[in-house]
């Protein structure tokens, strides 16, 4: 294997899903640039679709040369666009954990696949979104604790929340930050 197609696979590489689909939005992104950086994205939108079936003629009639030449493009043609939906799927297939492969395994299109797998944790990401959000409302800084830390762990709650699309104004955080801070909690 050259050293440009190493190279190659490695910029295209894209990090795994934790199961429990934190950094799902991050993931997502990277997995679709990935996928556009192949030039396959529209089989995960959908806007590449399956060749159309040539005519069916009965056995016993003769096919004339134009008939034939279009069964063979037909032939080429479905032979790749399978070839580029199995790539698209083994890309998901590959970051994901085995739960969800098992969960999109046998829809019939990469697109339906991508659909159901979004669909599934853009629910999560509410769920998670609702869950650091109220962490984010009841942390306080502890008696004597260390401020750095504190505002440390404030970020990183913001950076959770903005990777979920989520959107945290400056000033509410900025006064949230000073509560937590002079409140301690009984």
Request: hydrophobic residues 35%; aromatic residues 6%; positive net charge.
């Amino acid at each position: 294997m050259s050293s440009d197609l190493k190279l190659a696979n490695e910029f295209l590489r894209v990090p795994r899903l934790p199961a429990d689909g934190k950094g799902f939005v991050v993931w997502k992104e990277r997995l679709e640039l990935s996928i556009k950086a192949r030039g396959l994205y529209g089989h995960l939108d959908g806007t590449v679709v399956k060749p159309d079936d040539p005519p069916t003629r009965s056995e016993t009639s003769v096919l004339t040369q134009e008939e034939v030449s279009m069964n063979e493009n037909y032939a080429k043609e479905i032979a790749t666009y399978l070839q580029q939906q199995a790539i698209v799927f083994q890309q998901i297939a590959s970051t994901i954990p085995d739960s969800l492969y098992l969960k999109i395994k046998g829809k019939p299109t990469v697109k339906e696949a991508w659909d159901a797998l979004k669909a599934d944790f853009e629910k999560r990401s509410r769920m998670i979104t609702i869950e650091v959000r109220k962490r984010l409302q009841d942390i306080r800084c502890a008696e004597n604790g260390n401020v750095r830390t504190h505002f440390d762990t404030i970020r990183t709650m913001r950076e959770e929340l903005a990777s979920l699309h989520q959107q945290t104004q400056v000033f509410p955080t900025a006064c949230h930050s000073a509560v937590t801070l002079t409140q301690s909690k009984p």
